[in-house]
């Protein structure tokens, strides 16, 4: 209902005719392909062309205020080349006269041939090019788009410009990897699907020993020519993993000519910076049959340290302010020795006196020196008080907000022709992305009992204070490299095909260097360490303390070295079947077979030696997609007119192999191989009632196979207690005739969770001309058989063996049960592995603007949008589980969340601004049940995290140097403030959070400066 409401709403609206859009052109007469070039990037067209059409074609010049068709139109005038404009708004340039049907119809509209087949078009996104007006709703990011937004990493542009990627922050907050992390629609990141270039990249591999979501991390935003992102489940098309959508990154391999960028950033407080340089270069060795692009890139990004900002200090405030027993008992490390007492209010022994402090926290501060009666009395005035300032060392304000980042990237790509029917192809891909991290990461609270002789008080006590030694130094780098090679074949009728292999690498590092102490005995006991150290009294004089601790240190060292694989090898094929009445049946096929595997490891953890086990995932996959325009655009009947189908079905057959514990001890312990077959579809229509409606449907399933932990650990405890009957043997309960034990964790009978997608929606003006061009699309993701805990407790599992017979584990009958009339034997497990019964389901709207406004006086203006709404996202345990709607709550999606802006051009000016919007949302977790949320509520002084709004600006000048002269053919100039108001995150005062809400940028405003040469 909700679904036909959007749709009828969204029919009333009509786009007001306008000009088509124009922009000042100075296109010299040059060869054609060169001249179209610089024409699609002074007018934003997309156009779609086979370069032998246009080989030694020369283009008239072209000057004036015009718009990019009639700028097209001149171009061409009397080349014998036409042209026109697709469905999707893509202008396909063909032949004059007009070829024979088919061939014609195959020529104007890819249909559903690989954009990769498309011979002449360089590029090596192996998937069908997607646009907007796809009977699926994709959204497609263009290169102008992402370079406006100013965004360091392809995930930071996501998370600010895809309303749909429910992300909160990057996972280098708070110290955590500098890798990416895209979640549409909440499902997680195993259940989003990053592709480049249509292909997959290496998984990375995780501490667990699975397969992360690939890194993207280190591919600069300057090397991407799009991003095409779906956000309903796709699995007909891309395979197990697309539950939550799909991203697929492709990349800029079409450039001739050389280029040079640079970036410089930072906060406006100078405390904070960040850099990136970017090189190009494209070239042809032989006249247009060979063609070679190149493309490296190196950045940085200097750590925030946490004392540049007030967001702790204002969260220890407010906490203090709306909940000081429960902050000063959570005994944070500042500048003092915090005490927090176990059992009541504190109370000072008796040969210190005796005194009731009438408070059950109080403070010594740091630089304490004088007697016991000093320190008594500094105790018992500090009491309910807490040190003024957080620890001035690496536990507090020298610690890092979030981790410090380094990416190196490189691209190279070489193509060559053999005739015209043949083209071979390499292609590589490098990403380096390091990050380092200083904070604390251990708990450094020490727990004193009461007749301790380091303990001052009459009850048992807890007390942390600054120990700059104990600070952790944590590094992370992950590298990926993908290799492929393949080549392409025209082959009769207009077939097309293609076949490659792939290799590639992900390695991942984690090394954490610090100093653990042997002190919690010396501090417990006030007597020598372990080994001979000098005493440690916190209470007695300061500077002691610290000419003892680092005679406690000792280095601490773990690292984790894991290394994941990536073998690929594909064929498609891509062609006509026949003609319709709106063009050509087409059809892509695609065989596919392919292996990851994360390599046995070795690790250190805890400065001791451990074996990570290998996993390994081979899929082989086979895949077809059908492109129908059955009725043309222009029939009589406005009920059929435009109809095109698509219809898309994939095999999988995958094996799944790993060890049943997360540590084994070897190669040889207990293994598991999982064989899974599977299909998927997706299909949907699209229809044109009118020149300025389209509608559109679709509908899909997808599979997300199971994690690793799904399959792991099935842990047994012993229960030698007889306190659970046993039904089928009365009078025997378990445990009164030997032990038994209960198994949990994963188990190798988990299967995947299963997902169905549907979507409708209508786009007004799709293409864009003589008015606002607005989608608007409701989709509904399902997905059951999640992996979830079994939920029965013991006696419940008994009293349903029938139900579960497999899960109640009984040793054989044996003579004596048969003697005492018992049909089967005494029960020594109880199975309760995780079980697919978990349901999860999303509903979402998504709308778009888009709205080129020419104004001949003042230039042009843009005005463009999305905005979700997200007010479903109900999760569901096994049966009888209660339903849950994460929606609006610390662990779950914004109900709304979107970005707009307008963009205004007048000649070599561009100027933009947009603004972002996170809406309200809890600091608690959607179960009521869920510890601690009560105490959140205290900590904040209220439920809510208020709305958040941050605007951006950008602005762009284009500088044109004369032909000939050795200088830089163009050079762009582009200032990018982001956070122009300065606006701070909201506090979030829960002691589970960084201090701030993680939708805001904690570096506040943020101003990068670009220059970009062409040669």
Not at 132 to 158: C, H, M, S, W
Not at 906 to 924: E, H, K
């Amino acid at each position: 209902m909700l679904a036909l409401s959007l749709l009828s709403a969204s029919c009333l609206a009509v786009g007001a005719a306008a000009a088509a859009p124009t922009a000042p052109l100075d296109i010299r007469a040059n060869d054609m392909a060169t001249a179209l070039t610089e024409l699609a990037r002074r007018t934003g067209i997309e156009l779609l062309y086979d370069r032998n059409l246009v080989r030694g074609l020369k283009a008239r010049p072209v000057r004036g205020r015009l718009s990019g068709e009639a700028a097209l139109s001149q171009l061409l005038a009397g080349s014998g080349v036409g042209y026109r404009r697709t469905p999707d708004g893509v202008i396909v340039l063909f032949a004059l006269p007009k070829p024979r049907p088919v061939e014609r119809a195959q020529g104007d509209d890819d249909g559903a041939v690989a954009e990769l087949l498309v011979v002449g078009r360089r590029t090596q996104n192996a998937d069908i090019r997607r646009t907007q007006n796809d009977i699926q709703p994709y959204k497609v990011f263009g290169q102008d788009e992402i370079d406006t937004a100013a965004r360091a990493t392809i995930d930071e542009f996501l998370r600010v410009r895809e309303p749909a990627n429910t992300q909160a922050g990057p996972l280098a907050l708070g110290g955590g990897e500098t890798r990416s992390s895209i979640d549409l629609r909440g499902f997680g990141e195993t259940s989003t699907l990053v592709l480049v270039d249509g292909r997959r990249m290496p998984f990375v591999p995780s501490t667990s020993g699975d397969f992360n979501q690939a890194d993207i991390n280190g591919i600069p935003p300057g090397a991407v020519e799009r991003i095409e992102v779906l956000t309903t489940t796709a699995g007909g098309i891309y395979g197990p993993g697309a539950v939550g959508g799909v991203v697929n990154i492709v990349l800029r391999r079409d450039y001739r000519g050389a280029e040079l960028t640079a970036h410089a950033g930072g906060s406006d407080r100078g405390d904070s910076r960040q850099f990136r340089v970017e090189g190009r270069l494209g070239f042809t060795p032989d006249h247009g049959d060979t063609d070679v692009m190149l493309f490296v890139s190196h950045g940085e990004a200097d750590p925030l340290q946490t004392g540049r900002r007030n967001y702790v200090e204002g969260a220890d405030r407010l906490r203090f302010a709306n909940n000081p027993e429960g902050y000063a008992l959570s005994l944070p490390i500042r500048n003092g020795v915090s005490v927090a007492s176990l059992d009541g209010n504190l109370i000072l022994d008796a040969d210190r006196g005796g005194a009731a402090l009438g408070a059950a926290f109080t403070f010594l501060p740091l630089g304490f020196s004088g007697t016991s009666a000093d320190a008594n009395a500094l105790l018992v005035a500090n009491a309910g008080k807490t040190p003024a300032d957080i620890a001035d060392d690496p536990s507090g304000k020298r610690g890092y907000i979030a981790t410090r980042g380094h990416t190196t990237s490189g691209l190279a790509n070489i193509r060559h022709r053999f005739g015209s029917k043949v083209e071979v192809y390499a292609d590589g891909v490098y990403l380096r992305n390091t990050g380092r991290w200083v904070g604390k990461s251990r708990d450094r609270t020490f727990l004193l009992s009461a007749d301790a002789p380091g303990n001052p008080f009459d009850q048992d006590i807890a007390l942390s204070f600054p120990m700059s030694l104990l600070s952790d130094e944590t590094s992370y780098s992950i590298e990926t490299n993908r290799w492929s090679a393949g080549g392409i074949v025209e082959l009769p009728h207009g077939w097309k095909a293609s076949a490659d292999y792939t290799v590639g690498r992900s390695i991942y590092r984690r090394e954490t260097l610090g100093a653990d102490v042997g002190i919690l005995s010396a501090v417990a006991s006030g007597q020598p360490g372990p080994r001979g150290e000098p005493p440690l009294v916190p209470f007695g004089d300061w500077a002691a303390v610290l000419a003892a601790l680092p005679t406690y240190a000792f280095p601490t060292e773990d690292k984790l070295y894991l290394k994941g694989h990536l073998v690929d090898a594909s064929v498609r094929l891509s062609g006509p079947l026949l003609s319709l009445p709106g063009g050509p049946l087409t059809a892509t096929l695609l065989v596919e077979d392919r292996e990851d595997r994360v390599a046995t490891s070795k690790t250190t953890l805890f400065s001791q030696s451990l074996e990570f086990p290998s996993r390994v995932q081979k899929v082989r996959s086979g895949y077809f997609e059908l492109r129908a325009p059955l009725v043309a655009d222009d029939a009589d009947n406005p009920l059929l007119r435009g109809l095109e189908v698509q219809l898309a079905v994939r095999h999988d057959r995958s094996i799944h192999e790993g060890a049943l514990q997360i540590l084994a001890l070897s190669e040889e312990d207990d293994r598991f191989s999982i064989r899974h077959g599977t299909t998927m579809f997706t299909g949907g229509a699209r229809i044109l009632p009118t020149p300025w409606l389209m509608l559109r449907t679709s509908l899909a399933t997808g599979e997300r196979p199971p994690t690793l932990a799904d399959f792991q650990g099935a842990n047994g405890f012993m229960l030698p207690g007889a306190t659970v009957q046993d039904p089928r043997r009365p009078g025997r309960p378990l445990g009164s005739e030997g032990s038994w034990k209960i198994l949990m964790g994963g188990s190798p009978r988990i299967g995947p969770a299963e997902a169905t997608s549907f979507s409708v929606g209508a786009v007004l003006n799709p293409q864009g001309r003589g008015g606002p061009r607005l989608s608007l699309d409701y989709s509904r993701t399902t997905v059951s058989h999640e992996p979830t805990w079994f939920p029965l407790t013991p006696a419940e599992l008994l009293a349903a063996e029938a139900q579960y017979p497999d899960r109640v584990i009984r040793a054989p009958v044996t003579e004596q049960d048969r003697a005492d009339g018992f049909a089967v034997g005494r029960v020594i497990a109880l199975d309760k592995t995780l079980i697919n019964a978990g349901r999860t389901e999303v509903e979402a709207v998504d709308l778009q603007l888009d709205w080129r406004l020419p104004t001949q006086d003042i230039g042009d203006v843009r005005v463009y949008g999305a905005l979700t709404w997200e007010p479903t996202y109900a999760t569901k345990g096994a049966f009888g589980a209660a339903t849950i709607n994460k929606v609006g709550y610390a662990d779950g999606p914004l109900e709304w969340r979107g970005n707009g802006g307008v963009e205004w051009a007048r000649g070599p000016l561009t100027i933009d601004l947009n603004a972002q919007y996170y809406a309200s949302y809890s600091v608690t977790y959607a179960d009521p049940a869920s510890a601690g949320n009560a105490e959140y509520i205290r900590d904040q002084g209220g439920e809510r995290v208020p709305a958040q709004v941050y605007v951006d600006l950008s602005l762009l000048r284009r500088f044109t140097a004369p032909l000939g002269s050795g200088s830089p053919r163009t050079l762009e100039a582009r200032l990018s403030i982001q956070n122009l108001f300065d606006r701070s995150p909201p506090i979030v005062a829960s002691p589970a959070n960084l201090g701030f809400s993680p939708y805001g940028d904690p570096r506040r405003r943020w101003i990068t400066a670009s220059l970009t040469a062409r040669f």
